[in-house]
């Protein structure tokens, strides 16, 4: 159980950890999906007004310059809630897919539709409507690539089949778009529950299984359930905890190590739990502001950038970014025996940024600026320094005298006894 030791505007983290706001405001209204790109982009899909549930749109965020544009507005997208990018396959290239359980706004469930979106024209195509095993409408919501683990290549989709008097159904788009029901199953998945929410697990510690998140409150407590390739399915974890549950994340190692992320979003917060291989919760942030809730399905996302050393939480408008205060390889470091560096951040236009750190004994050390696509920007030290505290100033410029752009950018010391990183926002 994580013992929470600061706040930071009133969200509660665990000892070394830091949170801060990536973005806010429009065009971000309600964010319920987040999917990280190349170079630096995430792709949100946000439902617009909760008020009025209009006025959906897809928007790419490029987190280096700290600028957003909107792909696509409007219909066809009406309630998006699963994005991911394409394994650059034939049947999805490199485009951006989107799940929408709602695409005509004519019914809470009706008509729902998977699109493929080209990120740079914004034009889309349908790549499924409705489901093999039942007459539309359907109503997808979750999407996960194969082939993982013993499943096959293909998109897999989770159509939680809304309020109709069908079961929810998974089903896989093969490389050539044919559509073929992978599991139903109403003695567990009757018609009060929603599965909706889909993520493959690494092989080591959750075996390359489908990790289904369920938004039913009825029927027993809010669950995950895990499904192995050969069919067998069963809850993976079950807590009242998970009330409100919205997105959910592996993360790809670093420093969250490989364990299952969710968010689950309250009226008056949300919070992120970590479970671990056996099922067990732990919650890792808490009291993050939620913004406006108006549906049932409570709206947020989850996601991890920079090779799991940054997790992005969307809630209402505003986009949060975790990640860790003092590390060294994997590992917490020890102040009293290991090297420390604090970024003073974000920074606004005009300020200089502050870089803090501290070297155990006399040490080669490196200090390095770069952006979130591994670029170097500007080299600040190299040379060998005392034991003790050390601190130096950063005036916001490249190695070639100009101002480097707003957005996110990372400050790395590197030293024989180890490295570490730490991210600072640029505000011009």
């Known amino acids: 159980m994580c013992v929470f030791a600061s706040r930071e505007g ?129 109503d997808p919501a979750g999407l996960a690539l194969g082939p993982h683990g013993g499943f096959d290549s293909g998109l897999y989709v989770m159509d939680f089949m809304g309020i109709s008097a069908d079961p929810p159904v998974l089903y896989r788009l093969d490389d050539d778009g044919s559509a073929h029901t992978f599991l139903t199953r109403p003695d567990l998945w009757t018609t009060d529950r929603m599965p909706g929410m889909l993520v493959f697990g690494p092989a080591q510690g959750y075996g390359g299984d489908l990790f289904i998140g369920d938004w039913a409150t009825v029927g027993g407590a809010p669950c995950i359930w895990r499904l192995a390739s050969w069919g067998d399915l069963s809850i993976f974890a079950a807590s009242d905890s998970l009330a409100g549950l919205s997105d959910m994340a592996f993360s790809p190692g670093g420093v969250f190590g490989s364990d299952l992320f969710a968010l689950a979003v309250h009226d008056t917060g949300a919070s992120v739990f970590r479970i671990d291989g056996a099922g067990s919760l732990s919650q890792f942030a808490g009291d993050i502001p939620s913004g406006a809730q108006m549906l049932s399905l409570k709206c947020g996302a989850i996601e991890f950038i920079a090779e799991g050393d940054s997790l992005i939480v969307g809630c209402g408008d505003t986009l949060y970014a975790f990640d860790r205060l003092e590390q060294t390889g994997d590992a917490v470091t020890d102040p009293a025996r290991g090297i420390l560096l604090d970024v003073r951040g974000p920074v606004p236009s005009g300020s200089r940024v502050e870089i803090r750190f501290s070297l155990p004994r006399s040490l080669d050390a490196r200090i390095v600026v770069f952006d979130v696509a591994g670029r170097k920007i500007k080299s600040l030290v190299s040379a060998i320094l005392e034991e003790g505290s050390h601190s130096i100033d950063w005036d916001g410029t490249s190695g070639s005298g100009g101002a480097v752009a707003s957005g996110v950018d990372f400050v790395r010391l590197e030293t024989s006894a180890g490295s570490m990183s730490r991210r600072v926002v640029i505000m011009r």
């Not at 009133?10 to 999906?33: D, K, S, V």
């Open 10 to 138: 009133g969200i509660e983290l665990p000892h070394g950890w830091r949170c801060g706001i990536l973005a806010a405001g429009y065009p971000f209204e309600n964010i319920t999906g987040i999917a990280s790109g190349p170079g630096g982009y995430l792709y949100i899909i946000d439902n617009g007004d909760p008020v009025i549930q209009s006025d959906s749109r897809l928007i790419r965020l490029n987190s280096v310059a700290g600028t957003s544009e909107v792909l696509l507005q409007d219909l066809p997208l009406a309630t998006p809630r699963g994005i991911m990018i394409g394994d650059g396959s034939p049947l999805v290239g490199d485009d951006v897919l989107v799940a929408d359980f709602n695409t005509d706004l004519s019914a809470y469930c009706c008509n729902g539709r998977v699109f493929r979106i080209d990120p740079e024209t914004g034009s889309w195509s349908v790549l499924a409507a409705g489901n093999p095993e039942f007459d539309p409408p359907g």
